[in-house]
């Protein structure tokens, strides 16, 4: 499986940690804030998360941002029928769960 990860601190190094010891592979890495990616390859590392599953193309990306921007990231992966593992809580609000929902029908 083709795995993405968005976001680079204490939860995302978790994530990576867990699909590193798995035979996964890791085609992307995306933070905004460039000093958290320099222990990565520089072949996978993206600051623009839309940049990244787009050249990417993963099977599944984990969302491991701010809550206040999963709606977003949530819904440009589902348009582009990948896969998606969110960070509680998914969304912020009622309305960014129903935009989330009707993506998926």
């Given amino acids: 499986m083709r795995?993405?990860?968005?976001?680079v601190g204490v939860?995302?190094?978790?994530?990576?940690?867990?699909?590193?010891n798995t035979e996964e592979q890791i085609v992307g890495i995306c933070d905004i804030d460039e000093s958290k990616l320099i222990?990565?390859?520089?072949?996978?590392?993206?600051?623009?998360?839309?940049?990244?599953?787009?050249?990417?193309n993963p099977d599944i990306v984990h969302?491991?941002?701010?809550?206040?921007?999963?709606?977003e990231m949530i819904v440009y992966a589902l348009k582009k029928?990948?896969?998606?593992f969110c960070e509680k809580?998914?969304?912020i609000n009622y309305e960014e769960i129903d935009e989330i929902k009707e993506v998926l029908k």
């Fill in 89 to 91: 809580p998914v969304c």
């Fill in 39 to 56: 222990d990565f390859d520089s072949k996978i590392t993206y600051k623009d998360y839309k940049k990244m599953l787009d050249e990417t």
């Fill in 63 to 71: 969302i491991c941002t701010p809550h206040y921007l999963h709606k």
């Fill in 81 to 84: 029928n990948i896969n998606v």
């Fill in 11 to 20: 939860i995302g190094k978790v994530h990576l940690n867990v699909i590193s």
């Fill in 3 to 7: 795995i993405a990860l968005i976001g």
